[in-house]
């Protein structure tokens, strides 16, 4: 086990260096227990029907980290194209994450998403990678298309997706 001691009023100053310090352990982890250090103090809270008063778990899973977009791929699924963001590779407890699902078009343009800006990637339970935030890059260019990359169709919109109206569409 690692353990670290510290007073409450230091915590949040050192948290995140116990983070990037637990990132480093050779095995995944997706929280940490919180517990007053003076044994006789939380053992004299006593237990609810769940878990002992003095400790808590605190699961970390949407760690961030932040990252460069470099491109956008269009994959086609469920009748439309999903953006996929293609980014600068980030770590996260010992896996490396190269892309994200953007969702689909409506959330590029809410997010006013361009290829180049820097990006907050977190992952959702601790497994699907997701783009959060974006802040402008100095050379954006739109990562959107009204192509069909199949078939070369005019591409529609339907609600927040794209889709090619393209029946024979490979």
């Not at 006789?40 to 003095?54: C, D, I």
């Not at 491109?71 to 086609?76: A, I, K, L, P, T």
């Not at 194209?81 to 969702?103: I, Q, Y």
């Amino acid at each position: 086990l690692v353990s670290y001691e510290t007073t409450l009023a230091e915590l949040p100053a050192k948290w995140e260096t116990f983070l990037e310090e637990l990132a480093l352990l050779p095995y995944p982890m997706d929280g940490v227990v919180i517990k007053f250090a003076d044994k006789s103090f939380r053992e004299s809270l006593g237990n609810t029907a769940h878990h002992p008063r003095g400790e808590i778990a605190y699961k970390y899973s949407n760690v961030k980290r932040e990252s460069v977009l470099l491109d956008v791929e269009w994959s086609f699924g469920k009748n439309n194209l999903t953006p996929v963001a293609l980014m600068e590779p980030v770590a996260f407890s010992g896996v490396t994450v190269k892309r994200a699902t953007l969702h689909n078009v409506q959330n590029i343009i809410d997010m006013d998403l361009h290829i180049g800006d820097t990006i907050t990637v977190e992952r959702a339970g601790d497994v699907i990678p997701y783009i959060s935030s974006s802040t402008p890059g100095e050379n954006r260019r739109s990562p959107l298309i009204d192509r069909c990359p199949a078939c070369g169709s005019t591409l529609e919109r339907k609600g927040p997706e794209l889709v090619c109206p393209d029946k024979d569409c490979p």
